[in-house]
């Protein structure tokens, strides 16, 4: 599938149409062998994350989509024209309180969302998730709904990555469509204790990665150190940030951070966070893996210039 995209066009194929097509040419035994996959990419050049500003054009080239290595039939690609945004923005409330000098910047991100954008708003703390409003279209209410964190690591999570499983179940009673959370947090799990707190030992984690891949959700992230954690880095501040970068990368989303400290200007993490939502595309295809497991997802395009970031794959559960 060769694309050309402009930010404010649309570029969709009929995806009942092809489906229709790849159906009918199948035998009848063979029609319940094929279901479609849904996935959010984010299509981008190196300049236009670099400058914080997406190009007029973008030369997409020959899009390529292999699942387990097999290729399949490309459907659609819907963009933010089509499929407006829904955007989970959730903050750790036991992160240090220099977050709390963000607060006007994470607003003005807010209300420069696309008309149409849905944004939910919530604190990630010890019990439930503090969910200031619910996802809305009304930017404004949104955004007046962020309020100062505790910063105090008595009311903070354990692991933060149940809260993320929570929050993941509210996309469930939204339509169908280019779905994301920003996610500002030190990404440290220690319900097993920091020797046990690295990517790869986190249960919880990796239960949220699934949950979001299986419910098309691109993580992106920001690091915001612990509070009074100082700005030493240590064990803390790697795995914490290990685990950011492995949910982004799984999922389709970016880890942004600066060091082991919390960022003291998150303003360019969300010009480039703006970009990569903003060539966010809802990419659906055909495929005729029917069994339950994990598979592995690919896309690439001819256009070397070109980058796509998107989920590494997903759970089927027939």
Do not use: C
Not at 21 to 37: G, L, N, Y
Not at 234 to 256: K, M, P, V, W
Not at 275 to 282: D, K, P, S, T, Y
């Amino acid at each position: 599938m060769k694309l050309l995209f402009r930010p404010s066009i649309v570029i969709t194929a009929v995806a009942l149409l092809l489906l229709s097509q790849v159906t009918s040419a199948q035998p009848e035994s063979d029609k319940q062998r094929i279901r479609p996959v849904s996935i959010p990419i984010s299509i981008f050049t190196k300049e236009e994350l670099k400058e914080g500003q997406a190009e007029e054009l973008l030369q997409v080239g020959n899009l390529t989509l292999k699942e387990n290595g097999q290729e399949q039939t490309i459907l659609s690609i819907r963009s933010r024209t089509d499929v407006p945004i829904s955007l989970a923005i959730l903050i750790q409330d036991d992160i240090s309180s220099d977050f709390n000098l963000q607060i006007k910047d994470i607003q003005k991100f807010i209300l420069g969302l696309p008309k149409g954008s849905r944004v939910m708003v919530a604190y990630l703390r010890s019990g439930s998730p503090d969910i200031r409003q619910k996802f809305t279209d009304d930017l404004r209410k949104a955004a007046d709904s962020l309020r100062i964190i505790f910063a105090d690591p008595s009311v903070g999570p354990r692991t933060p990555w149940d809260g993320v499983s929570e929050i993941l179940g509210r996309f469930d009673a939204l339509p169908y469509g280019r779905r994301a959370i920003l996610l500002i947090s030190n990404g440290l799990d220690l319900s097993n204790g920091l020797s046990n707190s690295s990517p790869g030992q986190s249960q919880a984690l990796e239960s949220a990665i699934l949950k979001a891949q299986r419910k098309s959700v691109a993580v992106f992230s920001i690091y915001a150190a612990p509070a009074g954690s100082g700005t030493a880095p240590g064990l803390g501040s790697l795995n914490g940030q290990g685990s950011l970068a492995r949910i982004a990368d799984e999922t389709g989303g970016r880890a942004f951070a600066s060091g082991a400290i919390t960022p003291i200007n998150f303003e360019p993490f969300l010009r480039q966070l703006n970009v990569l939502i903003g060539r966010q595309f809802l990419l659906s295809y055909a495929t005729e893996n029917m069994k339950k497991g994990y598979y592995k997802v690919e896309v690439t395009s001819s256009n070397p210039e070109v980058r796509i970031e998107h989920p590494k794959g997903y759970y089927h559960r027939p």
